[in-house]
Nanobody, 122 residues
Framework: QVQLVESGGGLVQAGGSLRLSCAASGSIFSINTMGWYRQAPGKQREFVARITSGGSTDYADLVKGRFTISRDNAKNTVYLQMNSLKPEDTAVYYC????????????????WGQGTLVTVSS
């Protein structure tokens, strides 16, 4: 009922920037919290950033001051602007949305994107 399409990953040199996007489509009534997680090779998935429907943001300590999360409610899209990238930021980045879907009845779903690879070279 809800599809997420991520984009913006790629290869960048240390110190560079990338902007990730995650667009949601489907039978969406509203979207609550939107977030980003990442999983590096051989490691568990970890929290990166989140933004509430009211615009409040929260960041992992490792990315504070370098990453900025934002959302465009009209486009059902969440962004992650990543600056001053480091090799240790290399990971597959996943968006995660809390979505209320419409239909015969309203339901709350937690939906994950397919992931986009970010590689930071030293």
């Amino acid at each position: 009922q809800v599809q997420l399409v991520e984009s913006g990953g790629g290869l960048v040199q240390a110190g560079g920037s990338l902007r990730l996007s995650c667009a949601a489509s489907g039978s969406i009534f509203s979207i609550n919290t939107m977030g980003w997680y990442r999983q590096a090779p051989g490691k568990q998935r970890e929290f990166v950033a989140r933004i509430t429907s009211g615009g409040s943001t929260d960041y992992a300590d490792l990315v504070k001051g370098r990453f900025t999360i934002s959302r465009d409610n009209a486009k059902n899209t969440v962004y992650l602007q990543m600056n001053s990238l480091k090799p240790e930021d290399t990971a597959v980045y996943y968006c995660n949305l809390g979505v209320v879907v419409s239909g015969t009845q309203y339901r709350y779903l937690e939906v994950w994107g397919q992931g986009t690879l970010v590689t930071v070279s030293s």
